[in-house]
């Protein structure tokens, strides 16, 4: 079903970017500076938006022409591009957008043609709706696997790796009794957090985080 994976939704949106020859910094070159620094991981703003498996903010100048038999084609404008495959329903994420990062949502779609604000919620669902354009395509192939379980089966590999390099070499009877121990606190293990990475370093966990990039 276009849009829906499991129970994994894939969000696209091209919002044109306002084009001012009269401002003192192109509406394009703000949102890629304000991108560059915008944080990601455990630190960015789209784990707060925690059911965010992972999103992408990227400004799209044109299309890329890549030779015969495709045809060579121009945007009009230049697009702000936004993707983020989550957990459940369309509406209920984007006012979770609206509520829990609306200094992001201001800094980026404030310089697109048409953007209402968020004083007024409703107009900003329906504005990215307008906006939103079918996706068949997932950067999160987890069907209907949730953002939290994921990130618990990533959390319980990096602890397997680290059990087995830590164990090497011991005696059949050291090792089970290790092994026990090591069972018992893999089964009691909590879910990580939106964001979670393993402390150890043996697995990267940032599987909610936001990309901040520039096209080009």
Same mark, same amino acid.
């Not at 394009?28 to 915008?38: G, S």
């Not at 990227?58 to 230049?78: C, F, N």
């Given at each position: ?27 394009? @070159? ?24 992972? @999103? ?55 310089? @697109? ?17 307008? @906006? ?85």
């Amino acid at each position: 079903m276009a849009n829906v994976s499991g129970s994994v939704y894939g969000l696209t949106i091209l919002s044109p970017i306002i084009s001012d020859p009269n401002a003192d910094i192109s509406h394009d @070159c703000a949102i890629r500076e304000y991108l560059a620094n915008l944080a990601n991981g455990p630190t960015g703003p789209f784990a707060k938006v925690s059911s965010t498996h992972i @999103c992408r903010l990227v400004v799209m100048d044109d299309l890329i022409y890549v030779g015969t038999p495709a045809r060579e084609e121009h945007l009009s404008s230049q697009y702000l591009v936004f993707e983020s495959n989550f957990d459940g329903e369309l509406e209920p994420y984007l006012r979770t957008m609206a509520k829990e990062i609306p200094e992001v949502v201001e800094s980026v779609w404030g310089h @697109c043609v048409g953007y209402p604000g968020l004083l007024d919620v409703n107009a900003f669902v329906a504005y990215m709706k307008k @906006c939103q354009l079918t996706t068949t395509f997932y950067f999160a192939d987890v069907n209907n696997h949730t953002v939290q379980s994921t990130l618990r089966a990533l959390k319980v590999q990096a602890s397997v790796a680290d059990f087995i390099g830590k164990h090497q070499g011991e005696s059949p009877s050291e090792l089970q009794a290790a092994f026990r121990v090591f069972y018992e606190r893999v089964r009691n293990m909590s879910e990580p957090e939106a964001g979670h990475h393993d402390p150890q370093g043996h697995v990267s966990i940032k599987l909610n985080r936001s990309i901040a990039a520039q096209h080009g």
